[in-house]
């Protein structure tokens, strides 16, 4: 089975830009990467447009990633690459995301 990781990213919202700049330029290269060569089934960012939390002072990113399992999950947290442009995004960050991940049980 596979593995779905959801994360809710919050970023400080006069630094929005640069965060996704940043996921644009260090990230989203990584995640085609990854894709290309099936380490990961799919993966998804969205930018929350609503949503329980309405704090204005916050940009919600919502991300989705499923991967074929643990082991790849484990590969990309521990790619330097990820590391480092984790690192520059965690200073973009008002609090520590909340992050979930577990076996699919149903996909379509």
């Known amino acids: 089975m596979s593995e779905l990781d959801v994360l809710v990213i ?7 830009e640069q965060y996704e700049r940043l ?5 989203l290269p990584r995640w085609r990467e990854y894709k290309a060569r099936g380490a990961f089934v799919s993966a998804r960012i969205s930018r ?7 704090r204005e002072d916050v940009v919600k990113y919502v991300i989705a990633v499923e991967v074929p399992s643990h082991a790849e ?8 690459g990820f590391q480092e442009f984790n ?6 960050q008002s609090e ?5 991940g577990g076996e699919v049980l149903y996909a379509m």
């Open 73 to 80: 999950h484990s590969e990309h947290d521990a790619d330097p």
């Open 96 to 100: 520590h995301p909340p992050v979930y």
């Open 48 to 54: 929350t447009a609503f949503g329980t939390d309405s």
């Open 10 to 16: 919050h970023i400080r919202a006069e630094q929005a």
């Open 87 to 92: 690192r520059l995004a965690d200073a973009l």
């Open 23 to 27: 996921f644009a330029e260090r990230e």
